[in-house]
């Protein structure tokens, strides 16, 4: 799609460059198909010529959106395309956490299952419990679908209350904060990372949680404190956690490695090949679109316009 309509430069390896080197790749650039990496001013200020940056993503937290807006670069993400594969990685790891599935696994491939036992490696259900759902965008939603697959009661918060007919249709019951925390048996994050949701999650808000609930974090790292969750693992104020995003990702606590009531992924979660395939053809779209003159579909700071 691009190469009929543009001169594409790849950056070849699947590897996101740093902001010096993408500053440098970007002088005479006008589109950039953003895929993981950081655009900032040190980008900005050396592309002179960028007029679109097009978030392979529906998260857009690795891009100075503001820095865009003063320089009148759109900037587009990909939202939709990703949203039931989020959720059903969301879901895994509920499950996965719930009833020790990787735990279990390691313990068969080392070799360590000698026999059936009735009280060996119990877990927790799934079913009929509650499950919290903090941020009730498309992804937030998706996930309390499947929860009422599984006869769930589907609990959730966020900064805009849902219409009766969408609350109805999902059974889903709008809560404070307070209630999302003490309530959930599965609290599962879906709001976006910006400065209102740094920490989101902290030593305060564990400590409302039940020590038998279970965090699960498809969003962003940052939404959460690390440091207090991992606190809160091992001194079990909450069951376990399953993560696929990390405060400092790639890096993750050292301690989380060690712990066995915590499923840990790699930034995966919206890692189909249909699904990358639907983001990247939109991403290519929206990228179009702008260098075209057309308003692309996603766009996320119409202001420019
Ligand atoms: C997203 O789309 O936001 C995914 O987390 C990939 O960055």
Not at 26 to 43: K, Q
Not at 58 to 80: F, L, M, W
Request: with cysteine; net charge neutral.
């Amino acid at each position: 799609m691009l190469a009929a309509a543009c001169a594409v430069h790849v950056h070849p390896a699947d590897i996101a460059l740093k902001p010096d080197q993408l500053a440098e790749a970007c002088r005479e650039v006008e589109g950039l198909l953003a895929v993981g990496v950081r655009v900032n001013e040190e980008v900005l200020s050396q592309a002179g010529k960028l007029r679109v940056v097009a978030n392979c993503g529906v998260g857009y937290d690795n891009i100075d959106v503001e820095a865009c807006t003063r320089r009148k670069i759109v900037v587009t993400n990909t939202p939709g395309v990703l949203t039931d594969t989020t959720a059903d990685l969301a879901f895994a790891l509920l499950l996965a956490v719930a009833r020790r599935v990787a735990e279990g696994d390691k313990f068969v491939r080392e070799g360590r299952w000698e026999r059936w036992e009735f009280g060996m490696m119990w877990g927790a259900d799934v079913h009929h419990k509650t499950l919290g759902v903090w941020g009730f965008g498309r992804i937030g939603q998706a996930v309390a679908r499947r929860g009422r697959g599984f006869e769930m009661n589907v609990l959730y918060h966020s900064r805009r209350r849902a219409s009766p007919a969408l609350e109805g249709g999902l059974a889903a019951r709008f809560v404070d904060r307070e209630t999302l925390l003490r309530e959930s048996d599965f609290l599962s994050l879906h709001v976006p990372y910006e400065t209102g949701t740094h920490h989101l999650i902290g030593a305060r808000e564990l400590g409302l949680m039940k020590p038998s609930a279970f965090l699960i974090n498809t969003a962003r790292g940052k939404i959460v404190d690390e440091e207090a969750l991992v606190a809160a693992l091992k001194s079990r104020t909450i069951a376990g956690a399953g993560l696929d995003v990390f405060e400092h990702e790639p890096h993750l606590h050292p301690e989380l490695t060690k712990l066995n009531n915590v499923v840990l992924l790699p930034h995966v979660g919206s890692a189909t090949g249909e699904t990358r395939l639907k983001m990247a053809t939109l991403a290519a779209e929206n990228l179009l679109a702008a260098l075209h003159g057309r308003r692309p579909p996603n766009v996320v700071n119409p202001e420019v316009y």
